[in-house]
Nanobody, 119 residues
Framework: QVQLVESGGGLVQPEGSLRLSCAAS????????MGWYRQVPGKQRELVAT???????NYADSVKGRFTISRGNAKNTVYLQMNSLKAEDTAVYYC?????????????WGPGTQVTVSS
């Protein structure tokens, strides 16, 4: 099992910045990717950014050039630096970890942290 806890959300003005953190605990064996997703009421959860154990990153088109995902030195922490925030970035942000075995993949989720972009 993997436990994920997000922090760093809050209220920020448009064009402001926030840094989200996700701390993972438990068995990190075979965790090959971690990432951030977000969800607003009435819509599906959507990918924001992911990073593999090898450091390969992937971003949603809507955040490219504004958000940066990174991992801590201990590999059990993932960050999301969000710059030039827009109102449409308002959502609950969830940390995700993916475990891959020979026969299946498993998704783990944190409880989420609210990000509100408003003047």
């Amino acid at each position: 099992q993997v436990q994920l806890v997000e922090s760093g959300g809050g209220l920020v003005q448009p064009e402001g910045s926030l840094r989200l953190s996700c701390a993972a605990s438990g068995s990190m064996f075979s965790i090959y990717a971690m990432g951030w997703y977000r969800q607003v009421p009435g819509k599906q959860r959507e990918l924001v950014a992911t990073i593999t154990s090898g450091g390969r990153t992937n971003y949603a088109d809507s955040v490219k050039g504004r958000f940066t995902i990174s991992r801590g030195n201990a590999k059990n922490t993932v960050y999301l630096q969000m710059n030039s925030l827009k109102a449409e970035d308002t959502a609950v942000y969830y940390c995700n970890a993916v475990r891959a075995t020979m026969t299946a993949t498993y998704d783990y989720w944190g409880p989420g942290t609210q990000v509100t972009v408003s003047s």
